[in-house]
């Protein structure tokens, strides 16, 4: 059974550029959340992907979007990247039970280490 | 909005002994509660999670929480530690409405021969 899958492991990019990060959920998962993680950090929320329409969305500007696809694998993007994008971004997949209280664990995926220079 | 607080940075603890992180949260409603694991260069393994019922809950690798709603707290425990439980643990809570996670900014558990 395949966990969560990210890619690329790792991305190297300039100020002003984009970038796309990619996700595939773990088999029977249809729920897929991103988080930010910067070095010494916790994982910060960015967005959560439901029903292919972001569900929710944290503390971060419009630079930031995603998409999700029919087979729930996702993708984020990154808009005239900043410096301060460098970090290390999970994806986590859950199942969604019924309702807005999902109780359902989220498993995460290795990550992407994205770094602007 | 929901937080959570690990009040130390770093844990130290000698093969064989017990350990205890600790985790404080604030939340209204009822709280989801979530210990993980991060190894280096790794996402983040899930531990335990409590939702309801018996307050005391086991995990993975003998890992084990309690949940205490008056001190709004959920430390993890072990009886024994190994060295390679030696790693950065993060404690999350959610909240009944929100969908998204907030994470302590974790606590580097180091276990000694």
């Known amino acids: 059974d395949a966990g969560v899958t990210q890619s690329p492991t790792h991305l190297i990019k300039t100020r002003g550029q984009q970038v796309t990060l990619r996700c595939s959920p773990k088999?029977?998962?249809?729920?897929v959340s991103w988080y930010q993680q910067a070095l010494g950090q916790g994982p910060q929320f960015i967005f959560q992907?439901?029903?292919?329409?972001?569900?929710q969305r944290g503390n971060f500007p419009d630079r930031f979007s995603g998409h999700q696809f029919p087979n729930y694998s996702s993708e984020l993007n990154v808009n005239a990247l900043l410096l301060g994008d460098s970090a290390l971004y999970l994806c986590a997949s859950s199942l969604e039970t019924g309702g807005r209280e999902s109780t359902d664990t989220q498993y995460f995926g290795p990550g992407t280490r994205l770094t602007v220079l | 909005a929901q937080s959570v607080a690990q009040p130390e940075d770093q844990v130290n603890v000698a093969e064989g002994n017990p350990l205890t992180v600790k985790c404080t949260y604030s939340v209204s409603g009822n709280p989801y509660l979530f210990w993980y694991v991060q190894y280096p260069n790794r996402g983040l393994q899930f531990l335990l999670k409590?939702?309801?019922?018996?307050?005391l809950v086991k995990g993975s690798y003998g890992f084990e929480a309690e949940f205490n709603k008056s001190q709004t707290s959920f430390h993890l425990k072990k009886p024994s530690a190994l060295v390679s439980d030696s790693a950065l643990y993060f404690c999350a809570v959610r909240d009944g409405v929100n969908n998204d996670m907030r994470f302590g900014a974790g606590t580097r558990l180091t276990v000694k021969p």
């Open positions: 088999s029977g998962h249809d729920t």
């Open positions: 992907y439901y029903e292919e329409e972001e569900r």
């Open positions: 409590y939702i309801t019922g018996d307050n």
